[in-house]
């Protein structure tokens, strides 16, 4: 949106007449390791099950936000959806006037949605993971079934009136057809935007 272009430029000026180098633009805030996911790709699953337990307290996510005082905050994990005040964080950080990525696998968003925890506002959007078509995500995830259940969350956050981008990996090997249809899909689904990264071996 616009006011968030606004919000990132005057926060870059500002760091330039300070005269600042260097100087965050997002922080990246991981409030859990936990997942209900097993990701070939992530390397969190093969932490220690006493560190996959950890997690960090709302006090200490928001003293993160201020001290780092990024306009941006993305909030991973982890799903971070498994976080139990993942709602009262979300809302706090809105308060503030956060620009708010919440990455999530989706698995647990239209149940997280219909329980009313979160409330759409422009300082809130979803980055749905989505590795590329249905049976390319579900093997990249390495469970069947969680392409639609992203799908079916994004519908029903869509359909609620908040912001939605997804978030892809393109491993190698992937089809450059195969991620043109991909992307035309989630455009007619309605997301706001990709972002995109390549995973490295």
């Given amino acids: ?43 969190k699953i093969q932490y220690p099950t006493h560190i996959l337990k950890k997690r960090l307290s709302i006090e200490a996510c928001l003293n993160a936000a201020g001290e780092c005082d990024s306009p941006m905050v993305s909030i991973a994990g982890g799903e971070p959806l498994m976080y139990p005040e993942i709602g009262e964080l979300t809302g706090e950080l ?18 997280k949605l219909e329980s009313g925890i979160f409330k759409p ?9 989505m590795d590329g078509l249905r049976e ?15 799908v079916t969350g994004i519908q ?27 992307f035309d899909e989630m455009m007619d689904l309605g997301v706001e935007g990709m972002m995109i990264s390549p995973g490295y071996s």
């Fill in 94 to 111: 809105v308060k503030r006037r956060k620009y708010v990525y919440l990455c999530t696998n989706a698995i647990l968003l239209k149940e």
């Fill in 121 to 129: 506002s422009k300082y809130l959007s979803f980055s749905i993971h």
């Fill in 156 to 182: 029903e956050a869509l359909k609620r009136g908040f912001r939605v981008t997804t978030n892809s990996t393109l491993f190698d090997g992937a089809s450059s057809i195969g991620m043109r249809q991909f």
């Fill in 136 to 150: 390319d995500h579900d093997v990249s995830v390495c469970r069947n079934g969680v392409y639609d259940q992203a």
């Fill in 1 to 43: 949106p616009a006011s968030q272009m606004w919000t990132v430029a005057r926060y870059v000026i500002k760091q330039k007449i300070l005269r600042r180098k260097r100087y965050p633009l997002v922080l990246m805030l991981e409030p859990l390791f936990k997942c209900n996911l097993a990701c070939a790709g992530c390397g």
